[in-house]
Nanobody, 130 residues
Framework: QVQLVESGGGSVQAGGSLRLSCAASGYTSVSNCMVWFRQAPGKEREGVAAIYTGASSTYYADSVKGRFTISQDNAKNTTYLQMNSLKFEDTAMYYC???????????????????????WGQGTQVTVSS
């Protein structure tokens, strides 16, 4: 059974940094589309960043480009989201999601669509104070 466990959330002042982790277990696929989503109260879920682990290809929402970096440690089955220059509007619950696809193009096309992902973590809260 696939499990995703996020950690690393917390409270930080604007301009600060946090690193989120998503530890995966139960996977047999070595090429996955791993995505970080976020959802703030009253807002729709938003795809933030994705990585296709088979080629380390990365994708970002415009709102976080240049500030957030997604990375993968295959030895640890862990996906990271380094968040720098945090803004008040980054405040949200952050979730990681996974799809065991062996298709990089699929990941590039659909990474921002939460409805296509089967596996989700429980979320970790990020609060940025202005």
């Amino acid at each position: 059974q696939v499990q995703l466990v996020e950690s690393g959330g917390g409270s930080v002042q604007a301009g600060g940094s946090l690193r989120l982790s998503c530890a995966a277990s139960g996977y047999t696929s070595v090429s996955n589309c791993m995505v970080w989503f976020r959802q703030a109260p009253g807002k729709e879920r938003e795809g933030v960043a994705a990585i296709y682990t088979g080629a380390s290809s990365t994708y970002y929402a415009d709102s976080v480009k240049g500030r957030f970096t997604i990375s993968q440690d295959n030895a640890k089955n862990t996906t990271y989201l380094q968040m720098n220059s945090l803004k008040f509007e980054d405040t949200a619950m952050y979730y990681c999601a996974a799809a065991p696809t062996g298709d990089r193009r699929w990941c590039s096309l659909f990474w921002h669509r939460g409805s296509v992902f089967t596996y989700w973590g429980q979320g970790t809260q990020v609060t940025v104070s202005s």
